[in-house]
């Protein structure tokens, strides 16, 4: 028997919502287990990320990065994931790498802002304007229906296109559209802070995505000092991303200024003249419990 495959349109069997309850629900399963191994040719890169939650089942995510890919008009990251059963260990079926990478990411970060933002949030900057940015206006649209997008880029061009295909505003001073912001969503390549403490006001949701390396963060140590700061998962953040290795470094923040990951769900409550911080650092945990979403939304 052929092993299933859910394509990319499965994604019109998905909601935003039911994926962030989904998230919630499965963090109250047994801690994941995870692992990560990466192979290297010159500047390309194998990357296989593996999960295995106790009543959930077990993932591998295969990842290739290969920067060269755009002189052959291809995406420069592919790959392939497989979902096991939890009970047999056999496997039910391959999701599409880019459904599942786009549902998770942006998953992610909304069930953090649902707990953490303002409920009748109104205006949301989207700071970038690649793939990553074009799900965060569909995933922030469906919590927060009343709110106007802008979108600032460095490269104003993808900006405009980018509004233009949602209906956006483009921000052109970024210390002012951060200041209206109810929430401010980041999902750059930034390697030096281009989000500064001193933009930021009481009562604002600051949402950083884009730093995935020690070398890379988007917001500066003021920014980290002045916020209430949560993470997805202490394993793939505290170590491991410069958004948080370096303001803890510098003395900006300690450990337990650090208040909370997923795993400790119900500290994620909104206090309203704070401002607060989530970190998306991401995590094969994170691709088992939106892959098996998906699958039970597909199959039903």
């Known amino acids: 028997m052929s092993l299933p495959f859910v394509p990319f349109d499965a994604e019109r069997d998905l909601d935003w919502i039911a994926l962030t309850d989904a998230l919630a629900r499965a963090h109250e399963l047994p801690k994941a287990e995870v692992a990560d191994s990466f192979l290297y040719r010159g500047q390309d890169t194998l990357l296989n990320r593996a999960a295995w939650i106790d009543g959930l089942g077990s993932l591998v995510k295969t990842a290739t990065i290969f920067p060269g890919n755009a002189e052959h008009g291809l995406p420069a990251v592919n790959g392939g994931v497989t979902l096991y059963s939890d009970k047999t260990g056999v496997a039910e079926a391959l999701l599409d790498f880019h459904l599942v990478t786009k549902w998770k990411t942006a998953g992610d970060s909304l069930l953090a802002a649902r707990r953490l933002a303002r409920p009748g949030s109104r205006r949301i900057l989207v700071m970038g304007a690649g793939t990553v940015a074009a799900s965060l206006i569909e995933a922030y649209g469906a919590a927060f229906p009343e709110a106007r997008f802008e979108i600032w880029n460095r490269t104003s061009?993808?900006?405009?296109?980018?509004?233009?295909?949602?209906?956006?505003?483009?921000?052109?001073?970024?210390?002012?559209?951060?200041?209206?912001?109810?929430?401010?969503?980041?999902?750059?390549?930034?390697?030096?802070?281009?989000?500064?403490?001193?933009?930021?006001?009481?009562?604002?949701?600051?949402?950083?995505?884009?730093?995935?390396?020690?070398?890379?963060?988007?917001?500066?140590?003021?920014?980290?000092?002045?916020?209430?700061?949560?993470?997805?998962?202490?394993?793939?953040?505290?170590?491991?991303?410069?958004?948080?290795?370096?303001?803890?470094?510098?003395?900006?923040?300690?450990?337990?200024?650090?208040?909370?990951?997923?795993?400790?769900?119900?500290?994620?409550?909104?206090?309203?003249?704070?401002?607060?911080?989530?970190?998306?650092?991401?995590?094969?945990?994170?691709?088992?419990?939106?892959?098996?979403?998906?699958?039970?939304?597909?199959?039903?």
């Open 157 to 300: 061009e993808k900006a405009v296109a980018l509004a233009e295909r949602y209906g956006a505003s483009v921000a052109e001073d970024l210390p002012e559209a951060v200041g209206r912001a109810d929430i401010v969503t980041s999902a750059t390549m930034s390697t030096t802070p281009i989000l500064h403490g001193e933009w930021l006001r009481p009562g604002q949701h600051v949402d950083l995505i884009g730093a995935y390396r020690p070398d890379m963060r988007e917001a500066d140590d003021a920014a980290m000092a002045r916020a209430r700061v949560f993470v997805d998962s202490y394993d793939t953040t505290l170590e491991h991303i410069g958004e948080l290795i370096e303001p803890m470094k510098s003395g900006a923040i300690g450990r337990a200024d650090v208040v909370a990951d997923y795993y400790e769900l119900a500290a994620f409550e909104r206090v309203p003249e704070d401002i607060t911080l989530f970190k998306n650092g991401g995590g094969a945990h994170l691709d088992l419990m939106t892959s098996r979403y998906i699958l039970d939304a597909w199959k039903g």
